[in-house]
């Protein structure tokens, strides 16, 4: 694992049944979750890591340990259509409340049994999409983890998660990989790949497709100074290659290169844009209209 290595001492003296790692998207909560979960099954973890050889870390390596469910918001409903919001409900959560059949596996009914290891570990990856009557249903195995099964609650804001999971809950910081660690470990990247980056080694990783997006925003951002068929023809660009987690960040971050008012308007923009994306308004209309705005920030006519 890249960073993190106080963290993973203290991961490895924690004796709670539930705990929390708080930390921006992307800083690697998911692999310290894993991390600690293959610790826990280990059958002879070598100081503070994982012997790496045992069945169960072989398990681990092979992405089929038995022990380890990952719960995290769907994005699809069963029928298909795109959920209007991300949410863990309580379908997911029991058998018995999912009418729908929506879920394969429910966190109570995969508890019931007994590790095939040391101890199930159930990460909840966006401890925040937990809504009430999920979290609810989660209480008593938190607070009495059957089996001896451990709860991992992954969150970018705390503040977002139900506070009777949080009071139950041992709380760990995930704080940003320092730039001479990042580079001790993934050496030559760009300097922009790692300013972007700002310590979450997940987008290092993914230098690539960071690399990609930046082109693609710079070429937004040059096109809209100039002719306006040209600013739409790479708004249309822009939309072909957007996602939904990285452009809108790559896009901030190339705007802090604009003089501070032109900033301004151009973040109000880009905020209106994915709004309106997820109002599922029509996304051609969106981005040639995200393309005038930004003109219009820059002061640029027609
Ligand atoms: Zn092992």
Redesign the pocket.
Known sequence: MIGHQKLQRQLAQNEAHSLILEGTAQIGRRVLAQWYAQLLN???PVGNQ?????V??RNFAAGTHPDVLVVSPKEETSTGKKARSSIIPISAISASHDTGKDHEIHVLDWLETAARYRHKVVIVDGASFLNESAANALLKSVEEPPHAARFVFITEDISGVIPTIVSRSVRYRVAPVPDVELERALPEQPPRILEFAAGRVGWVLQAERVAAQLALVDSLLLAVKGDLMDAFSAADAFEKGFERELSPQVLRFALRAWPMPAQVGADTALTRAVEALERYATPNLVFSHLALELRAALGVSG
């Open positions: 280990c059958k002879s994982p012997c790496g050889l045992c169960s870390c």
